[in-house]
Protein backbone atom coordinates (compact mmCIF):
# COMPACT_ATOMS: atom_id res chain seq x y z
CA UNK A 1 0.00 0.00 0.00
CA UNK A 2 1.41 3.38 -1.17
CA UNK A 3 1.73 5.50 2.24
CA UNK A 4 0.30 9.27 1.52
CA UNK A 5 1.73 10.64 4.46
CA UNK A 6 2.20 14.15 4.25
CA UNK A 7 6.48 13.97 3.46
CA UNK A 8 7.37 17.94 4.05
CA UNK A 9 10.72 17.03 1.70
CA UNK A 10 8.30 16.13 -1.06
CA UNK A 11 6.48 19.35 -1.21
CA UNK A 12 6.57 21.85 -3.49
CA UNK A 13 8.00 25.92 -3.78
CA UNK A 14 9.16 26.19 0.34
CA UNK A 15 9.87 29.56 -0.26
CA UNK A 16 8.49 31.54 2.80
CA UNK A 17 5.72 34.67 1.76
CA UNK A 18 4.73 36.98 4.27
CA UNK A 19 2.56 36.49 7.27
CA UNK A 20 -0.61 38.05 8.58
CA UNK A 21 0.35 40.58 10.47
CA UNK A 22 3.33 41.90 8.36
CA UNK A 23 1.12 44.96 6.95
CA UNK A 24 3.20 44.16 3.37
CA UNK A 25 -0.21 42.01 2.23
CA UNK A 26 -3.13 44.44 0.60
CA UNK A 27 -6.00 44.66 3.18
CA UNK A 28 -9.49 43.71 1.31
CA UNK A 29 -12.61 45.93 1.98
CA UNK A 30 -16.12 44.10 3.22
CA UNK A 31 -19.21 45.49 2.49
CA UNK A 32 -22.01 43.59 4.64
CA UNK A 33 -25.10 42.07 2.81
CA UNK A 34 -27.66 39.23 3.93
CA UNK A 35 -28.01 38.30 7.71
CA UNK A 36 -29.58 34.72 8.50
CA UNK A 37 -31.09 34.44 12.04
CA UNK A 38 -33.17 36.13 14.36
CA UNK A 39 -33.41 36.72 17.99
CA UNK A 40 -37.42 36.47 18.13
CA UNK A 41 -38.63 34.43 15.02
CA UNK A 42 -38.26 30.60 15.47
CA UNK A 43 -38.70 29.86 11.75
CA UNK A 44 -35.33 32.43 10.70
CA UNK A 45 -33.67 31.73 14.78
CA UNK A 46 -30.31 30.15 14.49
CA UNK A 47 -29.00 27.76 17.28
CA UNK A 48 -24.97 27.60 17.33
CA UNK A 49 -24.09 27.48 13.97
CA UNK A 50 -21.35 24.08 13.00
CA UNK A 51 -20.97 25.17 9.38
CA UNK A 52 -22.28 26.72 6.32
CA UNK A 53 -22.52 25.32 2.60
CA UNK A 54 -23.87 27.54 -0.49
CA UNK A 55 -25.28 26.51 -3.90
CA UNK A 56 -25.90 28.89 -6.67
CA UNK A 57 -29.45 29.37 -5.30
CA UNK A 58 -29.81 28.30 -1.52
CA UNK A 59 -27.59 28.84 1.65
CA UNK A 60 -27.39 25.78 4.15
CA UNK A 61 -26.77 26.17 7.70
CA UNK A 62 -26.23 23.60 9.99
CA UNK A 63 -27.58 23.54 13.50
CA UNK A 64 -25.77 20.67 15.73
CA UNK A 65 -28.39 21.02 18.39
CA UNK A 66 -31.18 20.71 16.81
CA UNK A 67 -29.95 17.89 14.60
CA UNK A 68 -30.76 19.34 11.41
CA UNK A 69 -29.76 22.02 8.21
CA UNK A 70 -31.45 24.67 7.54
CA UNK A 71 -31.54 26.11 4.42
CA UNK A 72 -32.17 29.59 3.31
CA UNK A 73 -32.38 31.43 -0.14
CA UNK A 74 -29.38 33.98 -0.84
CA UNK A 75 -31.66 36.27 0.19
CA UNK A 76 -32.05 35.18 3.33
CA UNK A 77 -35.51 33.80 3.21
CA UNK A 78 -36.05 30.17 4.64
CA UNK A 79 -36.70 27.64 2.59
CA UNK A 80 -37.01 24.43 4.27
CA UNK A 81 -35.31 22.14 6.89
CA UNK A 82 -33.09 18.99 6.25
CA UNK A 83 -33.18 16.82 8.69
CA UNK A 84 -34.45 16.39 12.14
CA UNK A 85 -33.51 15.42 15.75
CA UNK A 86 -33.02 11.50 16.22
CA UNK A 87 -31.12 8.46 15.70
CA UNK A 88 -33.44 7.03 12.59
CA UNK A 89 -32.60 7.23 8.98
CA UNK A 90 -31.86 10.72 7.68
CA UNK A 91 -32.33 11.70 11.29
CA UNK A 92 -28.82 13.32 12.94
CA UNK A 93 -28.41 13.55 16.75
CA UNK A 94 -25.12 14.90 17.20
CA UNK A 95 -23.81 16.55 13.57
CA UNK A 96 -20.56 18.42 13.45
CA UNK A 97 -19.39 18.83 9.95
CA UNK A 98 -21.05 18.53 6.36
CA UNK A 99 -20.22 19.35 2.99
CA UNK A 100 -20.67 18.42 -0.81
CA UNK A 101 -20.26 14.90 -2.65
CA UNK A 102 -21.58 15.97 -6.31
CA UNK A 103 -25.02 17.35 -5.84
CA UNK A 104 -25.67 15.93 -2.58
CA UNK A 105 -24.96 17.45 1.55
CA UNK A 106 -23.29 15.04 3.20
CA UNK A 107 -23.62 15.84 7.18
CA UNK A 108 -21.23 13.54 9.67
CA UNK A 109 -21.91 12.09 13.09
CA UNK A 110 -18.57 11.26 14.89
CA UNK A 111 -20.03 10.16 17.89
CA UNK A 112 -22.34 7.23 16.71
CA UNK A 113 -19.83 7.00 13.14
CA UNK A 114 -22.85 7.95 10.77
CA UNK A 115 -22.98 9.49 7.51
CA UNK A 116 -26.07 11.12 6.23
CA UNK A 117 -26.43 12.24 2.63
CA UNK A 118 -29.31 14.71 1.14
CA UNK A 119 -30.68 15.19 -1.96
CA UNK A 120 -31.14 19.47 -1.73
CA UNK A 121 -33.45 18.57 -3.97
CA UNK A 122 -36.06 16.54 -2.80
CA UNK A 123 -35.01 16.57 0.77
CA UNK A 124 -34.51 12.57 0.33
CA UNK A 125 -31.81 11.19 2.59
CA UNK A 126 -29.64 8.10 2.97
CA UNK A 127 -27.82 7.46 5.94
CA UNK A 128 -25.37 4.87 6.64
CA UNK A 129 -22.93 3.69 9.75
CA UNK A 130 -19.30 3.80 9.35
CA UNK A 131 -16.94 1.20 10.36
CA UNK A 132 -13.78 1.29 9.54
CA UNK A 133 -11.37 -1.94 8.82
CA UNK A 134 -7.61 -1.04 10.32
CA UNK A 135 -6.11 -4.27 10.79
CA UNK A 136 -4.03 -4.37 13.98
CA UNK A 137 -6.11 -1.01 15.36
CA UNK A 138 -7.40 -0.80 18.39
CA UNK A 139 -8.93 2.00 17.73
CA UNK A 140 -12.45 3.21 17.00
CA UNK A 141 -12.28 5.27 13.67
CA UNK A 142 -14.44 8.61 13.41
CA UNK A 143 -15.80 9.55 10.06
CA UNK A 144 -14.89 13.57 9.26
CA UNK A 145 -15.06 14.11 5.71
CA UNK A 146 -16.41 12.56 2.04
CA UNK A 147 -13.63 13.06 -0.79
CA UNK A 148 -14.99 13.83 -4.32
CA UNK A 149 -14.03 10.78 -5.75
CA UNK A 150 -16.41 8.89 -3.11
CA UNK A 151 -13.57 7.58 -0.12
CA UNK A 152 -13.79 8.75 3.27
CA UNK A 153 -11.69 10.64 5.60
CA UNK A 154 -11.56 9.36 9.40
CA UNK A 155 -9.17 9.48 12.28
CA UNK A 156 -8.95 7.68 15.34
CA UNK A 157 -11.08 8.87 18.71
CA UNK A 158 -8.16 10.54 21.00
CA UNK A 159 -7.56 7.72 23.70
CA UNK A 160 -6.26 9.04 27.32
CA UNK A 161 -3.31 7.46 28.90
CA UNK A 162 -2.61 8.27 33.12
CA UNK A 163 -4.33 11.47 34.57
CA UNK A 164 -6.04 12.14 31.05
CA UNK A 165 -3.06 13.00 29.18
CA UNK A 166 -3.24 12.18 25.46
CA UNK A 167 -1.27 8.76 25.15
CA UNK A 168 -0.03 9.83 21.60
CA UNK A 169 1.64 12.94 19.87
CA UNK A 170 -0.34 12.51 16.54
CA UNK A 171 -2.96 10.68 15.04
CA UNK A 172 -3.26 9.37 11.42
CA UNK A 173 -5.69 10.51 8.89
CA UNK A 174 -7.05 7.44 6.76
CA UNK A 175 -8.84 6.91 2.87
CA UNK A 176 -11.46 4.39 3.24
CA UNK A 177 -13.67 2.66 1.18
CA UNK A 178 -17.62 3.76 1.96
CA UNK A 179 -17.37 0.26 3.38
CA UNK A 180 -14.83 1.00 5.85
CA UNK A 181 -11.93 -1.11 3.15
CA UNK A 182 -8.46 0.68 4.41
CA UNK A 183 -6.90 2.60 1.24
CA UNK A 184 -3.81 4.59 2.28
CA UNK A 185 -2.95 7.39 4.84
CA UNK A 186 -3.33 10.59 3.63
CA UNK A 187 -1.94 12.70 6.58
CA UNK A 188 -0.33 12.30 10.01
CA UNK A 189 -1.70 14.94 12.38
CA UNK A 190 0.08 16.58 15.70
CA UNK A 191 -2.71 16.31 18.57
CA UNK A 192 -0.58 19.02 20.83
CA UNK A 193 2.90 19.21 23.06
CA UNK A 194 0.98 22.06 24.39
CA UNK A 195 -0.54 19.78 28.23
CA UNK A 196 1.26 19.33 31.13
CA UNK A 197 0.74 17.41 34.38
CA UNK A 198 0.02 19.21 37.61
CA UNK A 199 0.90 17.27 41.01
CA UNK A 200 1.95 20.07 43.48
CA UNK A 201 -0.64 21.38 46.22
CA UNK A 202 -2.63 18.44 44.92
CA UNK A 203 -3.66 15.22 47.42
CA UNK A 204 -1.79 12.50 47.19
CA UNK A 205 -2.36 10.45 43.98
CA UNK A 206 -4.15 13.55 42.24
CA UNK A 207 -3.06 14.87 39.16
CA UNK A 208 -4.23 17.14 37.17
CA UNK A 209 -3.74 17.72 32.72
CA UNK A 210 -3.86 21.38 31.60
CA UNK A 211 -3.47 22.65 28.16
CA UNK A 212 -3.07 26.99 28.05
CA UNK A 213 -2.93 27.38 24.23
CA UNK A 214 -4.32 24.85 21.96
CA UNK A 215 -1.17 24.34 19.34
CA UNK A 216 -2.54 21.26 17.63
CA UNK A 217 -2.07 20.59 13.83
CA UNK A 218 -5.37 21.74 12.12
CA UNK A 219 -6.78 20.13 9.10
CA UNK A 220 -9.95 21.11 7.12
CA UNK A 221 -11.32 20.29 3.86
CA UNK A 222 -12.37 21.93 0.62
CA UNK A 223 -16.74 21.87 0.73
CA UNK A 224 -16.26 19.32 -2.51
CA UNK A 225 -13.87 17.50 -0.94
CA UNK A 226 -11.55 17.83 -3.63
CA UNK A 227 -8.37 18.50 -1.49
CA UNK A 228 -7.06 19.66 2.36
CA UNK A 229 -5.11 21.91 4.04
CA UNK A 230 -2.87 20.91 6.90
CA UNK A 231 -1.94 23.71 9.09
CA UNK A 232 1.07 23.19 11.44
CA UNK A 233 1.00 26.04 13.93
CA UNK A 234 2.77 25.50 17.29
CA UNK A 235 3.74 28.40 18.88
CA UNK A 236 7.45 30.33 18.47
CA UNK A 237 10.07 29.01 20.68
CA UNK A 238 11.54 32.84 21.58
CA UNK A 239 14.54 30.94 20.42
CA UNK A 240 14.70 30.42 16.57
CA UNK A 241 14.78 32.48 13.90
CA UNK A 242 12.02 33.85 12.18
CA UNK A 243 9.20 32.90 13.31
CA UNK A 244 7.05 31.25 10.96
CA UNK A 245 4.55 28.08 10.26
CA UNK A 246 3.74 25.71 7.72
CA UNK A 247 0.42 25.45 5.77
CA UNK A 248 0.09 22.17 3.34
CA UNK A 249 -2.13 21.80 0.50
CA UNK A 250 -2.61 18.03 -0.45
CA UNK A 251 -5.16 17.14 -3.04
CA UNK A 252 -7.38 14.07 -3.23
CA UNK A 253 -5.24 11.57 -4.40
CA UNK A 254 -2.73 11.94 -1.23
CA UNK A 255 -0.12 14.29 -3.42
CA UNK A 256 1.21 17.96 -2.52
CA UNK A 257 0.17 20.82 -4.18
CA UNK A 258 1.73 23.51 -1.90
CA UNK A 259 3.79 23.89 0.53
CA UNK A 260 4.64 27.15 2.17
CA UNK A 261 6.15 28.26 5.52
CA UNK A 262 4.91 31.60 6.43
CA UNK A 263 6.51 33.62 8.43
CA UNK A 264 4.89 36.08 11.10
CA UNK A 265 5.24 38.44 13.92
CA UNK A 266 4.50 36.66 17.07
CA UNK A 267 2.27 38.14 19.65
CA UNK A 268 3.56 37.55 23.31
CA UNK A 269 1.08 36.58 25.97
CA UNK A 270 0.57 38.96 28.46
CA UNK A 271 1.32 38.41 31.87
CA UNK A 272 -1.88 38.37 33.02
CA UNK A 273 -3.63 36.57 30.46
CA UNK A 274 -3.88 32.91 32.78
CA UNK A 275 -4.55 35.07 35.96
CA UNK A 276 -8.53 34.19 35.59
CA UNK A 277 -7.63 30.39 34.71
CA UNK A 278 -5.39 30.02 37.88
CA UNK A 279 -8.08 31.68 40.14
CA UNK A 280 -10.90 30.05 39.23
CA UNK A 281 -8.87 26.17 39.45
CA UNK A 282 -8.34 27.70 43.54
CA UNK A 283 -11.84 26.65 43.64
CA UNK A 284 -11.75 23.35 42.71
CA UNK A 285 -11.41 19.99 45.06
CA UNK A 286 -8.63 18.09 45.86
CA UNK A 287 -6.12 21.33 46.82
CA UNK A 288 -4.24 20.45 49.73
CA UNK A 289 -2.34 23.01 49.68
CA UNK A 290 -3.18 26.26 47.24
CA UNK A 291 -0.05 28.31 47.50
CA UNK A 292 1.91 25.35 45.88
CA UNK A 293 -0.57 24.62 43.60
CA UNK A 294 -1.12 28.06 42.21
CA UNK A 295 2.90 28.80 42.06
CA UNK A 296 3.10 25.18 40.06
CA UNK A 297 0.27 26.67 37.27
CA UNK A 298 1.92 29.84 37.38
CA UNK A 299 5.28 28.59 36.56
CA UNK A 300 3.45 26.29 33.96
CA UNK A 301 2.04 28.91 32.33
CA UNK A 302 4.68 31.11 32.10
CA UNK A 303 6.61 29.18 30.08
CA UNK A 304 3.91 29.50 27.22
CA UNK A 305 5.26 33.16 26.41
CA UNK A 306 4.05 33.29 22.44
CA UNK A 307 0.37 32.61 21.39
CA UNK A 308 0.00 30.14 18.24
CA UNK A 309 0.18 32.02 15.69
CA UNK A 310 -3.07 30.64 13.43
CA UNK A 311 -6.33 30.12 15.70
CA UNK A 312 -8.91 29.01 12.74
CA UNK A 313 -8.45 27.91 9.02
CA UNK A 314 -11.09 27.20 6.06
CA UNK A 315 -10.92 26.49 2.84
CA UNK A 316 -12.89 28.55 0.18
CA UNK A 317 -14.94 27.49 -2.97
CA UNK A 318 -12.28 28.13 -5.55
CA UNK A 319 -8.84 26.83 -3.73
CA UNK A 320 -8.61 29.35 -1.39
CA UNK A 321 -7.37 29.09 2.05
CA UNK A 322 -8.72 32.09 4.58
CA UNK A 323 -5.86 31.49 8.11
CA UNK A 324 -7.38 33.40 11.24
CA UNK A 325 -4.61 34.97 13.51
CA UNK A 326 -4.40 36.26 17.17
CA UNK A 327 -7.49 38.26 19.01
CA UNK A 328 -6.34 41.59 18.70
CA UNK A 329 -7.66 44.75 20.31
CA UNK A 330 -11.40 43.45 19.36
CA UNK A 331 -10.59 42.01 16.52
CA UNK A 332 -8.83 39.63 13.95
CA UNK A 333 -6.93 39.48 11.06
CA UNK A 334 -7.68 36.56 8.27
CA UNK A 335 -4.86 35.52 6.12
CA UNK A 336 -5.64 34.45 2.24
CA UNK A 337 -4.02 32.54 0.44
CA UNK A 338 -4.44 31.62 -3.75
CA UNK A 339 -4.63 28.27 -5.38
CA UNK A 340 -0.49 27.97 -4.93
CA UNK A 341 0.02 29.05 -1.35
CA UNK A 342 0.89 33.14 -2.39
CA UNK A 343 -0.54 35.17 0.13
CA UNK A 344 -2.99 37.94 -1.58
CA UNK A 345 -4.82 39.57 0.65
CA UNK A 346 -6.19 39.45 4.77
CA UNK A 347 -9.76 41.16 6.20
CA UNK A 348 -10.43 42.25 9.48
CA UNK A 349 -13.12 40.82 11.33
CA UNK A 350 -14.62 41.06 15.18
CA UNK A 351 -13.32 38.79 16.98
CA UNK A 352 -15.64 36.10 17.93
CA UNK A 353 -16.48 35.95 14.21
CA UNK A 354 -15.19 33.06 12.22
CA UNK A 355 -14.91 32.41 8.35
CA UNK A 356 -17.23 29.71 7.57
CA UNK A 357 -17.58 30.02 3.84
CA UNK A 358 -15.40 32.28 1.36
CA UNK A 359 -14.43 32.56 -2.34
CA UNK A 360 -12.70 35.40 -3.61
CA UNK A 361 -15.99 37.63 -4.37
CA UNK A 362 -17.48 36.75 -0.57
CA UNK A 363 -17.20 35.48 2.59
CA UNK A 364 -20.09 34.19 5.03
CA UNK A 365 -18.92 34.47 8.65
CA UNK A 366 -21.04 33.60 11.84
CA UNK A 367 -21.08 36.39 14.71
CA UNK A 368 -22.89 36.26 17.88
CA UNK A 369 -24.58 38.96 19.66
CA UNK A 370 -24.49 40.56 23.10
CA UNK A 371 -26.60 37.87 24.03
CA UNK A 372 -24.76 34.83 22.04
CA UNK A 373 -27.41 34.55 19.61
CA UNK A 374 -25.99 33.23 16.30
CA UNK A 375 -26.48 34.86 12.70
CA UNK A 376 -24.86 34.11 9.79
CA UNK A 377 -23.66 37.14 7.77
CA UNK A 378 -22.79 37.67 4.32
CA UNK A 379 -20.03 39.84 3.43
CA UNK A 380 -18.71 41.07 -0.20
CA UNK A 381 -15.23 41.38 -0.64
CA UNK A 382 -13.82 44.49 -2.45
CA UNK A 383 -10.25 43.61 -3.56
Same mark, same amino acid.
Given at each position: ?20 ? #? ?27 ? %? ?71 ? /? ?7 ? /? ?15 ? %? ?15 ? &? ?32 ? %????? /? ?19 ? #? ?17 ? /? ?15 ? =? ?21 ? %? ?40 ? =? ?40 ? &? ?13
Amino acid at each position: MRSLLLGYALALGAAPVSGPV #SGQIPEWTLERGVTVGSVDDPVYGLSRVG %GVLADAERLFVLQPQDGKVRVFSRAGEFVRDLGRRGEGPGELMRPNGMGWHGSRLWVTEPMSGRLTFFDVATG /EAETIRYRA /EVPGSLHRWIPSAVLAN %GRFVASPAITTGPGGLM &AASEIALIVTDPDGTLRDTLARQSIGGNFGKITA %GLAVG /ETWVISPLPDQDLTTFAPDGS #SAVLVKRQGWDGRTAPAEF /EVTRIDLHGDTVYRRRI =EYEPRRVPSDFFSDRIDSSMDRP %GINNRRAHARALREFYEQRRYFPPVTAVTVGNDGTTWLAGVR =EGGEREWLVLDGSGSAIGRIRLPGSSGVLLADLTECWVVEND &ALDISYVVQYGIVR
